[in-house]
């Protein structure tokens, strides 16, 4: 490959929250591991890879200049978004004024979500349901009504579109938040799904929030599907919101952006997002994105989907073979797995909490998959060199399962 995804990257003392930040949030953040064993980080929803050089070139380039006053955005930061949405997602008519600012994907979800409901309103999630949606609709005032995802015959998860209309109707819900690729799951939703849900959505006049944020990392034999592109309708009533930073691993820079067709709907999150005076874009940022959607980025990302394949690949089929009693379902998009060890847990006698315990104790620093909604589940993120998703299968099978 001409990109380096097998060096091992040492973060330590470099302000990131996946190495320097254990045991500082008490059941959130693992424990340091025992004496003997390195830190291998799969937990934070971050990649254990040097970005493409594309990105830092831009960034020092631009702070070379050494003013960093106001500044306005050019052209060339809507033609790459608009370029990149085209070429990858084939979408089509999109142009800069339908594309917004956001300093992050959860703040668009608020912000779209103040422009159409009012505190308390309930809003329609699925369930397994990804934490930052429960932390900051929860925060705000906003009601959670989970629709659980159900796995079919073959293990994939699927939605419960009959459950869905009955939660709509119940509890007359007019907002559901779309995860999609979904997260914790994996899923990448087929178009079929996509228009089955949205014509529920038209069917009871419901906004949807598309969170679009891990579409770039779809895995080999799936391609992502834009909520917007399957309808007139979902056009009209869809506020999808995108970043580079899951792609690129910039969470840490800040800077996501929102798409919304309809003019009416535009206004109002337009006027919501605003309303703060602090949801504004970063200079540094803003160049980070349009290195990141260079055509060097298009090519690194291209490489980091075959190795996150391989990676997930080698995992899934590790643990299948090795830790009977822990189910999961391959991923075919994001880098995360969610493990489902209830039955590991029952037939040792374990609880989930000593069995991810076990784990940071031996340097495998995984995530709890309780406030995801999985009573006994485990998130482990997979985005890291080949080598240490190896190591970390080692230890768990030879220390914990």
Known sequence: MKYDFTSILDRRGRDAMAVDGLSEKPGFAPSGPKEGFDLIP??????????????????????????????????????????????????????????GYENGVLGGVLSA???????????????????????????????LVHSPLVRDGAGVWRMDFED????????????????????????????RELEQAMELFRKHDVFVISDEIWSDLTLAGHRHIPTQSVSEDARRRTVALYAPSK???????????????????????????????YNSMNELSMHALIGAYSPEGREWVDELRQVLTGNIDYATDFIREHFQGVELFKPEGTYMLYLDCTEWCAQHGKTIGALLQAGWDVGVAWQDGRPFHGPCHI???????????????RRLEKYVF
């Open 42 to 99: 799969m937990w934070v929803a971050d990649m254990n890879f040097p970005a493409v050089p594309a990105i830092p070139q831009a960034i020092i380039s631009r702070a070379r200049h050494p003013a960093y006053g106001y500044f306005q955005p050019p052209a060339e930061y809507f033609d790459a978004i608009i370029q990149w949405q085209t070429d990858r997602n084939g979408v089509t008519g999109l142009t800069k004024e339908c594309v």
């Open 113 to 143: 979500l103040g422009a159409v409901c009012s505190q308390g309103d309930q809003v329609l999630v699925h369930s397994p349901t990804y934490i930052g949606f429960t932390g900051s609709l929860t925060n705000c005032g906003y009601r």
């Open 164 to 191: 869905m209309e009955k939660q709509l109707t119940e509890n007359r819900i007019h907002a559901a938040i779309l995860c999609s690729p979904h997260n914790p799951c994996g899923r990448v939703w087929e178009r």
């Open 247 to 277: 792609t690129f691993n910039l969470a840490g820079l800040i800077g996501s952006y929102r798409i919304v067709y309809d003019p009416w709907l535009r206004a109002r999150v337009e006027r919501e997002a605003s309303l703060s005076h």
């Open 379 to 393: 998130r482990m993120n997979l985005a890291l060199p080949l080598s240490r998703v190896q190591e970390a299968m």
